[in-house]
């Protein structure tokens, strides 16, 4: 019987989240945080950088002691049982399945010089064009099906171009030119205000483009010596990608002319199907590295998108052992990869070209993802009690703090993203919840573990009221600026003590992981 096999080594890891994290995201994400926030973007970054560090720090815990295939998706059936994981990874899912289609559609928009039939003339793409993106979803599938040793080692090799450019671009970019009246002029530093650096953070790119290490999670049940690997690739992909992105917006912030900042920095825009690094490159007399922006735009996103459908198989085939999708998604082929699962996300994320215009397809990324990863702060705290004794590689620093500090930050990322995209996420939810359901049906509801997801329903509730209330994305703006952020705080805090009331009991949590031995020999064989 094939096996997984836990074969990536430490730089093959920190290779996968970096690719994660620097897809398409590089290229507009510091245009459209400048968009938002001015000069501030910069704060931007910092802020959605901790916010980012802060998350992966409980899971770099959690996956040092539990090192399961499709960690978002199957850490929370340990802490907080079936309803609780069958939620998270759903959303999760959902999320995955969207970067794909975006990483997809950066490809072929990088391509409209050499392919212009590719879109039609309302600027979506053609026929022809969902023909080839479902043929490129298809090229990931089968990539991610040769094993994830030919995986991670094709990712590594495309990686370093992903990460050279990029440097490379803000390098040249900051030794041309720099204007620093740029950062006092036009409204100054912060010409938006607080709220500015908030949707910068939020819906400007900042999230968009970080939360990439979340693949790290995914596929550390086939890292080697994953209680040390998965926690270094988790903050040291993080801190590169971080310097990546700083510099690149700070280059951009300083290279604009007043013709450009003419119109203040909402006004701002550039022509061309490379975009605003481009085009900032061109006017500061770097021709050359222009011409080379072109191809690596397409490996940025291709890379990304070929990670983020074999992260996803993992997570179908642990949404599989959750008990929420056909236990036919847990088979594994001849090369330990889950062959079934990569077929149905393949179908799902082709679906989406099809049915849901491309800006809703963002609206979901995001606040999706973020929503499957408020359970990593409250596990923290519930594997502290089930598990006192287990050994950490990495241990969270004064975790109750902390954890909490972190539940409040990711309730905030998805409050900042605004009531549209909670209108996205409900409807999102609501399937989930359909589904489960349905599969639960003849077997009856008494085994799903209701009491442990209690603490979702206030959660969820007040997160659709406040959006509703606030000032974001079609909020009604009954609550301003600044208190918001002190009544989100003071919400999630009371959510994140409720929660890690409701972890799991000993005898459950001990049975869940009799059941977690018995899956690993079926995945890894026996140890």
């Known amino acids: ?270 022509p061309g199907e490379l975009g605003p690094m481009a085009a900032i490159a061109t006017s500061v007399g770097a021709l050359w590295i222009v011409s080379i922006l072109d191809t690596s735009a397409r490996i940025s996103s291709f890379a990304s998108g070929l990670v983020s459908v074999g992260s996803n198989a993992r997570l179908g085939l642990a949404m599989a052992q959750n008990g929420l999708f056909p236990k036919f998604m847990e088979f594994l082929s001849a090369r330990g990869v889950p062959l079934f699962a990569l077929i149905v996300n393949f179908v799902v994320a082709a679906l989406f070209f099809v049915l849901l215009p491309f800006k809703e397809v963002i609206a979901l990324n995001t606040s999706s993802i973020v929503m499957s990863f408020v359970v990593g702060p409250v596990a923290v705290l519930a594997f502290r009690r089930l598990l006192p004794d287990t050994p950490r590689a990495f241990v969270l620093p004064a975790a109750p703090l902390t954890g909490c500090l972190a539940f409040i930050v990711a309730t905030l990322i998805i409050y900042w993203s605004g009531w549209d995209t909670m209108l996205h996420l409900g409807i999102c939810l609501a399937a989930g919840f359909a589904l489960m359901l349905y599969r639960n049906w003849q077997g009856g509801f008494d085994s799903l573990d209701w009491r442990e997801a209690t603490w979702l329903v206030p959660y969820l509730a007040g997160i659709v009221l406040f959006s509703w209330l606030g000032s974001f994305g079609g909020g009604s703006g009954i609550i301003p600026v600044g208190p918001d952020i002190l009544v989100i705080s003071l919400f999630a805090t009371g959510v994140y003590l409720f929660a890690v009331r409701l972890c799991l009991t000993k005898d459950k949590f001990d049975r869940y992981m009799a059941e977690e031995k018995l899956d690993e020999e079926m995945e890894y064989g026996p140890t």
């Open 1 to 270: 019987m094939a096996h997984m096999q836990r074969s990536i080594g430490l730089l093959g890891l920190t290779f996968v989240a970096i690719s994660g994290i620097l897809g398409s995201g590089w290229l507009f994400a510091p245009l459209l945080a400048a968009q938002a926030a001015g000069p501030s973007a910069l704060l931007a970054w910092v802020i959605g950088g901790f916010a980012m560090l802060l998350l992966a720090a409980t899971f770099a815990e959690i996956t040092a002691i539990l090192p399961v295939a499709g960690g978002i998706g199957r850490v929370p059936h340990f802490s907080h049982g079936s309803v609780v994981s069958m939620a998270m990874g759903w959303t999760a899912w959902i999320g995955y399945n969207t970067t794909a289609t975006i990483e997809v559609e950066a490809v072929l928009s990088y391509s409209k010089s050499l392919a212009p039939w590719l879109y039609g003339t309302s600027g979506h793409l053609s026929a022809a064009g969902l023909g080839v993106a479902c043929l490129l979803l298809a090229v990931f599938t089968v990539f991610n099906a040769f094993g994830v040793k030919f995986f991670a080692r094709i990712n590594t090799t495309l990686t370093w171009v992903k990460i050279l450019v990029p440097g490379l671009l803000a390098a040249v970019i900051l030794t041309s030119e720099f204007r620093f009246t740029n950062f006092s002029d036009y409204g100054g530093f912060a010409p938006e205000g607080l709220k500015g650096i908030l949707s910068a953070i939020s819906t400007g790119g900042v999230i968009f483009a970080l939360i990439g290490f979340r693949h790290v999670i995914d596929l550390a049940g086939e890292a080697r010596n994953p209680k040390v690997n998965v926690p270094l690739a988790l903050i040291i992909s993080l801190v590169v990608c971080l310097m990546i992105y700083g510099s690149l917006q700070l280059a951009f912030l300083g290279a604009l002319d007043d013709n450009q900042l003419q119109g203040g920095w909402p006004a701002l825009s550039f």
